[in-house]
């Protein structure tokens, strides 16, 4: 079964991943996202490893996607890629790539060497890049990233009057808009990439010294994160009266600057805090009812002020080598910077996406008056060279259509796709339902393994969120066990005593928020959704990745 949202897939890198992409598009994307933006996505990602100095463009196929890909309508990140940007790296592995973006997944295969993987010309050239790497120590030293922002901020503040605008205007808008995405997308990526060099060096210092417990402090606390930022916001108005004059302004504002995160955020059909008011409304709630000692700005001085310790601490412990000390010292002096960037690239580009959005949701109200969509987010299911059609004289022809993609989108919404597959994935009608996988209950006593993600141990009921659209049934204290988590959750963070997820690694987008909110955090417990009982008494122990069910 081929769902309509299928790419091509490479044969000279084969191995696809679920890994962190599964973070922001948990669900199958919408054949209007893959159209519009997917390919514009896949240029950026290439454009990233090229000017990395990782590959030659020679290297990736001209007409056909590669870096990312599609298989039974998941979304893919291409591994064998990001490996061989490890082996090729100057002072990294495959294995460390691996470390930071796989976790403890099982089924993950050994790295294969390939002929034409050895290339001293681009680890030479990467070395450059790396070196470049250490001299920034404030995110405001990448100018790109400053003027992303400036340009994301200012098409919100220029937004269009959309209702005084043709169907055919509204898409010729869009049209200038979609070449923004490469840009923003390709700067993500290469800011990802650069992450792995600071905390690569951390990570085998900390390794060489058996002291791997101070890794996580260190990548934590590191300020400027701006995926946290809607976090504190909201805290500020969860202590405002909810019927207050004050409340209503500071909401309003809250959505003008943040209204384009919410669940499944890259996802162009999916709602936002714009969009959906009481997706934001609902977390705001849960924040009210957490003591004020749960103040986000506060667990975030406390991780600062550990990251500085634990730095003292390593850095005490090399202070007889000289050379492998200043490449700590260097390290862990841009480390803040570059975790800090990936966040913001990442804001950049969701920015962007809800700009892209808002426009589609005016057609799609439209097309609703019109009888041609059932309902608004119909149009995620338009393809991008179906607009003659949809803006011709006869766009009830795509009604049908729409129809039977958004009843496949259904189906493959309930499966579980491989987390990891070589060459091709199997066929989704053979792939687990996501109710069916019947698995071991933890029982009092009994421990489940994961990676630590952030440091501290905290004991509260565990909560089994799967949907961040409701996060009603968590109260403050509660531990929130989730599949799999993108920033749009961390609201949810602020109340709970620690969280627990499914999925995740290092550099996962979740964890680096979770860091900064001080929040201790286990990922890649597998099944931990499955295993761990709703309501029942456990203990998270940040500093080991042990979630443990007392009662």
């Known amino acids: 079964m081929l769902a309509a949202t299928d790419t091509g897939l490479s044969e000279r890198f084969p191995i696809y991943t679920r890994a962190n992409v599964g973070e922001v ?50 979304t893919y990140l291409n591994a064998s890629v990001m490996r061989l940007f490890g082996e090729r790296a100057p002072g990294l592995t495959w294995r460390d790539i691996d470390e930071q973006f796989f976790g403890v997944q099982p089924g993950i295969p050994d790295y294969e060497p390939h002929p034409d993987d050895v290339r001293p010309d681009l680890t030479e050239r990467l070395g450059q890049t790396f070196g470049w790497v250490f001299t920034i120590t404030d995110i405001d030293d990448l100018e790109r990233l400053s003027a992303h922002r400036e340009l994301t901020v200012g098409l919100r503040a220029r937004r269009p009057d959309l209702a005084a605008m043709s169907d055919q205007e509204i898409w010729d808008y869009l049209d200038e808009l979609r070449p923004y995405q490469r840009e923003l997308f390709g700067e993500h990526l290469f800011t990802t990439a650069l992450v792995t060099v600071p905390v690569g060096v951390i990570q085998q210092v900390a390794t060489a010294v058996g002291r ?26 969860s202590r405002l009266d909810p019927t207050s004059d004050e409340f209503t302004a500071g909401f309003d504002e809250f959505r003008y600057h943040y209204g384009s995160r919410g669940p499944n955020e890259w996802e162009v059909r999916s709602p936002t805090w714009e969009t959906d008011p009481n997706l934001a409304l609902a977390a705001i709630d849960r924040m009210r009812h957490a003591p004020d000692s749960a103040d986000p700005r506060a667990h975030q001085e406390r991780a600062a002020a550990d990251r500085a310790a634990a730095a003292e601490q390593l850095l005490g412990m090399v202070e007889g080598d000289p050379e492998t000390h200043g490449q700590l010292a260097a390290a862990i002096g841009c480390s803040a910077a570059w975790l800090a960037a990936r966040e ?77 597959f070589v060459g091709e994935s199997s066929d989704p009608a053979g792939w687990p339902d996501r109710d069916s996988i ?103 122990d940040g500093n080991t990745g042990t979630v443990t069910v007392l009662e």
């Open 25 to 74: 598009f948990p669900d199958p994307i919408a054949p209007g996202t893959r159209s519009n933006l997917f390919w514009e996505s896949e240029l950026g990602f290439r454009d990233a490893y090229i000017r990395l100095g990782a590959f030659d463009p020679d290297e990736f196929p001209a007409d056909d996607f590669c870096m990312m890909g599609v298989a039974g309508g998941y």
């Open 438 to 540: 019947a698995v071991d209950r933890l029982a009092g006593g009994e421990s489940l393994q994961g990676l630590p993600g952030c440091p501290g141990v905290a004991e509260g009921r565990a909560r089994v969120i799967t949907d961040s659209h409701d996060p009603t049934a968590l109260d403050p204290g509660d531990v929130l066990v989730a599949p799999i988590t993108d920033p749009s959750w961390t609201p949810l963070f602020v109340p709970a005593s620690a969280v627990v997820v499914d999925v995740g690694a290092a550099l996962s987008h979740a964890i680096i928020v979770s860091r900064e909110l001080n929040i201790p955090c286990v990922v890649s417990a597998t099944d931990a959704t499955r295993r761990i009982p709703d309501g029942s008494l456990v203990r998270v």
């Open 344 to 420: 913001r690239t990442k804001t950049n580009n969701i920015r962007l996406i809800q700009e892209y959005r808002v426009p589609m949701i005016e057609l799609g109200k439209r097309m609703v008056e019109r009888e041609v969509f059932d309902d608004v987010a119909d149009y995620g299911f338009v393809e991008y060279d179906e607009a003659d059609e949809l803006f011709g004289p006869n766009p009830n022809v795509l009604t049908e259509r729409i129809r039977e993609r958004r009843a496949q989108f259904a189906v493959l919404s309930s499966k579980i796709p491989p987390f990891v």
């Open 212 to 237: 791997l417990d101070l890794l996580m402090p260190l990548l934590s606390g590191v300020g400027h994160v701006d995926s946290a930022e809607p976090s504190y916001a909201m805290w500020d108005l």
